[in-house]
């Protein structure tokens, strides 16, 4: 097969010599004077390669006997090409859209052969090359919302589901119920089970997304909690609490007390509120091992226990959802096809994650340290009410959001608070604040230019820069947050808000262009930390309205302060504090948050442009 190629029928091109090369297959056409053009069963696609690498393959398919049509000339009429019958079989490869660079187009090389086991043995030899290629998941499991967006869960796995059967991916489908059903089932998934995975996808929005990794990291994260500066009423207890890490900085260690509330609390279930990851009060309803035909005897092997962050698991999204902010900053399309095949192809890419605590749900609540994660986006203020009052509106469909935000926006209320930030040594803050234009007279927008902003795009080289994942082995208890230098300073922020943001990436969504942050990056151990001091209505809708010009820069207004920093800490005495926790609602009046480097891997390489 090597070396000096073997003819076979390639479709809408006719005969071809194929040589297997160490990294792909070319092919000759033996008739070039016939002048084919490119031509497929999927449709009209860029100008046919005449190299097939093999990392662009996803698929290998031996077909039934069948028509191959002849040789496309383009100067003949498209019905006048000859079909003819013979042994068939696909390569199935992906091309890059011309006019959307990251959206990947799957592409069908349908070649023939007279003799059924010639087509049999190329087709054998090609997968053992692709087999090759390293990281491509064999076993997942996915969690199909029905009710996202406007419905699309299923219809968008049905349209993605045969690819990862072509791909022969196996996948263990669960439609999930309620809210809480997919939390539910991998926190209670036995680590042993959880290993015969490659990873969990979610077909759905941010908010399947984020009960995944709730799910997941539950229990399974060892990270101590975030620092807090000295003053904040957590701080300062030595004890040390099974399954968190005290690694020596002024992390506020909880009591072994409040972390075995924590544990009760989580594990028994208990009904609250708007908090569907604690709300179930149902059995997690899925067995997975009477599911799972390879599962193994359950009896006492000892399976190393999993933690994050860890160099195997991924997470994957097919977008079903309102916003897909995850989606859209993690592989620039919103498009279920690209993302099913960046999961085929087991693309990866380290993710930082914020760690939330909340200490208060209230002010007159008790101190019961809670802890959630959140991929994106952890905002207070105009940020928790619209998710408030979105509620209110589920039947409106993702139209609510709209709708809410223009309420909220109008009420146009602001909320005492004191918030601590850790500075960032490499780093100024980041845009004006207030006392950065005190002097002015009035300008509406700060004079001063931030610095060129670096996007995050595949490939990136500050993350690459700062990333230590891979590194870990899963047995190991990795410190995934970022090194906080031994004198951490903490700078004090305090007044009345509108709103205070944490955007973990850039959070590009169809609204926002470039993102809440646009110099956000998937894995640099960094939170940009927004607030929005109160202001006059007008200017708070000059400053929205800025997020949806794309090359615009909505945080220089001077009521707005930007830091990037690893941690902070929030307080208000605010009776009905909600936080938005990447579109979940999190009542919380006193938090601490980190950044954790890393903590997950996707299924994605970063946007292209
Ligand atoms: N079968 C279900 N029925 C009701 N809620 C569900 C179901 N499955 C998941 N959920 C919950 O619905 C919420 C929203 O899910 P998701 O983000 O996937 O969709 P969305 O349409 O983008 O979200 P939203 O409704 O918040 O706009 C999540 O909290 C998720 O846990």
Known sequence: MQGDGEVLFLGGVGEVTVTLGHDGLSFLPLHPELGSSCLSSIGLLPKLENKIKFSDVYAVELLDEGPVCGPWNTRIVVQSKKN????????????????????????????????????????EHLSACINNEQDRPKNLMVFVHPLCGKGRGCKNWEM?????????????????????????TLASISDKELKKFDGVVAVGGDGLF?????????????????????????????????????????????????????????????????????????SVG????????????????QVPSVSFPNDWFRLGIIPSGS?????????????????????????RIALDIAQVVRWKSSPSAEVLPTVRYAASFAGYGFYGEVIRESENYR???????????????????????????????????????????????????SRRKRSRKTICLANCSVC????????????????????????????????RFLSVGAAVISCRNERAPDGLVAEAHLSDGFLHLLLIRDCPLPLYLWHLTQFTKKGSDPLTFKFVEHHKTQAFTFISSHDESVWNLDGELFQACEVSVQACRGLVNLFASGPEV
């Not at 992906?94 to 087709?123: A, M, N």
């Not at 909690?225 to 099974?242: A, I, L, M, V």
């Not at 902010?325 to 085929?344: F, K, M, N």
Request: glycine residues 6%; proline residues 5%; charged residues 25%.
């Open 160 to 184: 993605v589901a045969p690819l990862f059967d072509r791909a022969k991916v196996n996948t263990k489908v669960i439609i999930t119920e309620r809210a809480g059903h997919a939390y539910d």
């Open 323 to 347: 916003t897909d902010a995850i989606v859209l900053s993690t592989t620039g399309e919103r498009d279920a096809v690209t993302s099913a095949l960046l999961i085929i192809f087991g693309r």
């Open 286 to 301: 899925l067995d997975i091992s009477s599911l799972n035909p390879n599962t193994e005897s359950s009896t006492g092997d």
């Open 395 to 445: 039947w409106m469909g993702p139209a609510r959001y709209d709708f809410s935000g223009t309420m909220v926006f109008l009420k146009h209320r602001s909320y005492d608070a004191k918030v601590a930030f850790l500075e960032n040594e490499n780093s100024h803050s980041l845009a004006a604040s207030a006392e950065n234009v005190a002097d002015e007279v009035q300008p509406l927008q």
């Open 84 to 123: 003819s019958e013979m042994h068939r079989f696909a390569v199935h490869v992906i091309t890059r859209s011309r006019k959307h660079p990251s959206q990947l187009v799957p592409y069908e090389y349908l070649f023939g052969h007279k003799d059924p086991e010639t087509c049999k043995s190329w087709v």
């Open 210 to 282: 984020n009960e995944i990794l709730n799910g997941l990291l539950n229990l399974r994260n060892k990270t101590s909690y975030p620092p807090t500066p000295e003053g904040f009423g957590y701080f300062g207890s030595t004890e040390k609490c099974q399954g968190y890490r005290n690694d020596g900085l002024n992390n506020s260690t909880p009591t072994s007390d409040a972390v075995k509330n924590v544990m009760l609390r989580v594990g028994s279930n208990k009904s609250d509120d708007h908090e569907p990851l604690l709300s179930t009060g149902q």
């Open 464 to 495: 690459k820069e700062t990333s230590t994942t891979g590194q870990n082995s899963e047995d190991e208890i990795p410190n995934s947050s970022q090194t906080i230098h031994d004198n951490p300073k903490w700078i004090w922020s305090e007044g």
